[in-house]
């Protein structure tokens, strides 16, 4: 089986991809109507666009190949990730054009994981909970690589002048420009390396063993007729097997809900809030607190996905109940985060928030959304983990695990905008 940091991506870890690099987006949408609310719009877009792409591959599950699906689907985000790497060296490329030809890679990015990511969770979900957690662990590692390499670079390509401004622009151009060609052609290489290692892992002694362990071995001798037309050397996964649907999928319910609310509380919050915190400390204010804090954030994802294999929280928490209930609890964030240090810009020009300036430490901010990312991390783990093995058709709740996850993401990223009215008291739209 696939070990940690070996997997595809999430959805999370891949609009992440393109949220770290806010400096550039904000330099290069600079003037436009969409300068300092287009998180919202990114997040909103690709979760809604991923969502219909998803919806669409849970209704022809049954007549997909999932390993077709997951290639073609991580082949595709590949490609959108490799073109945009290029953007930065597009000079003619900014305001109102810009901001719609990214929305148009974020979409093309949502529908590669759209059609990749169910199929992977029903792919993987038969397997014992174990690796599952590896694969879940293996996302998160993505997604901090990511982190690390926009902040590694940002720090590299600053000016020792720069280093003590808070101007989101002060290095741009080149600085940022460079920091950002350079970002995205890391993630196109950790891209790349995350469809290798599928194609390698799927071929591989250890993962035959495995899947002849599960019980799926009668069913790869069934497909392999098939498969051998195909010409492919190597077995094929069973679609969904006929079954009622509420069967199947009303022993998952709760781990279903959960999954939903962690996103939805998630996103809702990050990044099209927190990216708003402007260092509170004006002697020494913390440079780069933007890409610190998306750092905070997948080191809190990574951690939360190891705690989840800790055997007596393992044990306190497993349960699509206590799940539910934790999930509910992470609406506690979102007062938490608007009390932190927020600057909103609208038509009227730059103020805080009605809750901003109660946390006045960039280190309790960073801390919070540290926190933020353990418990989604934590939480997720253990739906994703144990969900499939509530239902007598794992390959079906896997899949729609994976629905459920999007639904979370789309409505996340909806509130957004509702949650930062709250905020400022103002249109969020503005």
């Not at 913390?286 to 393992?314: I, Y």
Request: hydrophobic share 45%; with cysteine; aromatic share 12%.
């Amino acid at each position: 089986m696939p070990p940690a940091g070996s997997s595809p991506p999430t959805h999370q870890q891949r609009v992440i991809a393109f949220i770290t690099a806010y400096d550039f987006f904000h330099y290069k949408l600079r003037g436009s109507s969409y300068e300092d609310n287009f998180m919202n719009y990114f997040a909103a877009c690709y979760t809604l666009s991923n969502l219909a792409f998803t919806i669409y591959s849970q209704l022809t599950f049954n007549k997909a190949l999932l390993v077709g699906r997951i290639c073609g689907g991580l082949s595709l985000c590949l490609t959108t990730f490799v073109l945009t790497m290029f953007f930065p060296s597009m000079s003619k490329l900014e305001g109102t054009l810009a901001f719609y030809i990214f929305l148009g890679s974020l979409i093309a990015a949502s529908a590669g994981t759209g059609l990749a990511q169910p199929s992977i969770y029903a792919y993987c979900s038969p397997m014992p909970h174990i690796y599952i957690q590896g694969i879940m662990s293996g996302q998160a590692i993505a997604g901090l690589a990511a982190s690390v390499i926009q902040l590694l670079t940002a720090y590299s390509t600053a000016s020792p002048r720069s280093l003590h401004l808070l101007d989101p622009v002060a290095d741009a151009p080149p600085k940022i420009l460079l920091r950002t060609t350079v970002y995205f052609l890391v993630v196109s290489l950790i891209a790349a390396m995350g469809l290798a290692s599928f194609i390698f892992i799927r071929r591989h002694p250890v993962y035959l063993d495995s899947v002849a362990a599960t019980g799926w071995q009668q069913a790869h001798q069934e497909a392999a007729p098939a498969d051998q037309d195909r010409g492919s050397g190597s077995p094929a996964i069973p679609t969904c097997r006929d079954s009622s649907l509420v069967r199947d999928l009303m022993p998952i319910r709760h781990y279903m809900w959960a999954v939903v609310t962690v996103f939805m509380t998630t996103i809702s919050l990050f990044p099209a809030i927190t990216s708003l915190v402007s260092s509170a400390d004006s002697r020494h204010p913390t440079r780069f607190l933007k890409e610190w804090h998306f750092l905070a954030l997948n080191v809190g994802d990574l951690a939360g996905r190891q705690l989840s294999t800790v055997p007596v929280l393992f044990e306190w928490f497993k349960s699509g109940r206590t799940l539910n209930l934790a999930a509910q609890l992470r609406w506690l964030f979102v007062p938490l985060v608007l009390s932190c240090n927020i600057v909103y810009s609208n038509g009227d020009g730059s103020h805080q928030g009605f809750f901003a300036g109660l946390i006045t430490s960039d280190l309790a901010f960073l801390t919070i959304v540290l926190a933020l990312g353990v418990t989604t991390g934590f939480l997720v783990s253990l739906t994703m983990m144990m969900g499939p093995k509530a239902s007598s058709n794992p390959e079906r709740a896997g899949g729609a695990l994976a629905l459920g996850l999007a639904v979370g993401l789309a409505l996340g990223s909806v509130m957004s905008f509702p949650v930062r009215a709250l905020g400022c008291l103002c249109n969020p739209f503005e």
